[in-house]
């Protein structure tokens, strides 16, 4: 049996009187890729701040790590922050440092580590999410989409979290470099171990790196589990995400299995 | 050694490499390893390596690149995955990151240059309000709304405080006047120092930095904020004129609630100035507004009501154009928001000096 690393249950949020999650409960275990799927405005980004901690439910209990997170002393959600990566939707990058300011920043906060360790850490960053150098000394103002996207999650890499958070990670990249994100994704999961949890509407990424999933529609959990598991699904929104002409031409092959 | 041990075996060294090579111990390995003393061949033992990150590996591929180039070494013990990392980490290691260095002389060139770019930017900004003026108050492309909503949060939003600063100043002035006109007997000559220097000089002068304080700085923090949003290019790009947008509606309102600000200021450093002759030279309420009916003439009023609008459009100015100055990060928001507060305030004083010459100039 593999280990659940977050448990959410009962979760209920609301904005004023609007309902944004009606009680949904999910589990997402140790070294998967999982994926939160949804329509525009279904609240995969709450959720997703809601479990790091930005934003408080209205009602049920998040843990993470077998501990309740609305109940951790200051100093121990400290320590369980440093111990996960984000990559936000727009990036959220700190524009007034350079994008190697913006990786070393939590390795300068939170480590020891020597002016040459740090470099050569940012190095590899830069490096593994396939950036070049000369981007190093760039402001975030000068950068594209694709190259913001990239530069966040060296940032959200930078202190090898065991845990990575990514809010559309492959949205406003080109297919190609959509593709090797993924390809990226999957390595480091494979290689440090990590739990990654992403955010997508990228139906590539959803047939190939995507372990389990989550699909939230009307405020509730429309389908959840593995790919087949969700296809499996008579739920209106899976049919009309899934099941149109154009994924079922596209992705004949994984349909069938 | 927490993370190493060196046995010798025959003429061979072996280094065992253990505990958690993770990347808040990497400063630690590195002390260590500066540590060592080794000699060749070297035979590198990881397998007691009980856990590793990206970053321990980076810092066993620096070590490994070190000894390398001493002599002869060969790493054994590593799995897999620790090979794999290895693998993807090691061309990284000789990347070398651009690095911007700076001399002082240059910074201080460069800071003269950009000063006087500033300067030429802000005429020509000068120059392109003035001629859309026109533009932007035709009925058709003016904004009532903008400038209402600025006349309301510039404008009625300052009483409070206002009244606060003016009530305080007209009645310091009157406590320090007091003791220096109670020597020559000449009491009742509170009531012209009070009256004609808050008409003329105080009440002018205090609205005006307490406005360019809260006002100058919000329209620099607004436009700044527009700017790095991109809501500016967006108007742009759908034609919406910037000048007629965001700076007359802007630049009227603080020039229509300057002067009334400026007013309401007159009354109540007066009467902070009455509260005070009270108390400190028994002066009552009715002999302090009949002196002041004779001694304070509409003159002095008006004198002072006239530098206003100066004060207003210097003020909006020069906010908006620290505005439109922020680039493109966080930060110069905040350097312009400072530089416009600055600017406008001492411009004020330059301005409200300048006018003083003028009357004295003109006999009035
Ligand atoms: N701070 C807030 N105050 C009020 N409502 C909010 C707030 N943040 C989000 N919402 C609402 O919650 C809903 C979910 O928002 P969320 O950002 O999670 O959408 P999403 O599923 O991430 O959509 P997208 O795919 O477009 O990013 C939206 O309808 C939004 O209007
Ligand atoms: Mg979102």
Redesign the interface.
Known sequence: MKKPIIKVQDLVTKFGDRVIHDHISFEIFEKEIFGILGGSGSGKSVLVKEIIMLLRPFSGKISIFGKDISTLSFKEAQELKRSWGVLFQFGALFTSLTVAQNIAMPLIEYTTLSKKQIEHIVAAKLELVGLKPFVASMYPSELSGGMIKRAALARALALDPKLLFLDEPTSGLDPVGARNFDKLIQELRDILDLTVVMITHDLDSIFTILDRMLLIADKKIAAYGTIKEVLASTHPFVEEFFKNDFVKKRYLKELNV | MNYFEVKQKENQTLLICKGEW???K???I?KEFKKLKLTFPLTIDVSSVNDF???GV??FI?IYKKLKAKGKIKVIGYNQ?EL??FK??E???D??????KSFFLDDVGKAAIEGFKNFLLFLAFLGETFAKFFYSIKPKNFRYKEMVYHIYTSGVGALFIIALTSFLVGMVVAYQASVQLHKFGADIFIVDTIGISVTRELAPLITAIVVAGRSGSSYTAEIGAMK?TEEINAMKSMGFDVYAFLVWPRILALVISLPLLTFFADIVGIYGGLIASKFELGISFSQFVERLYEVLKVKHYILGLIKTPVFAATIALIGCFRGFLV??????IGLQTTASVVNSIFLVIAFDALFSVIYTELGI
């Open positions: 993770i990347i808040y990497a400063s630690s590195e990150d990206s970053a980076i810092e620096t995955k794999e990392l993807l980490l061309p990284t290691i990347i070398k990151l651009p690095h911007k790095i680039s493109d990060n966080t930060q110069s």
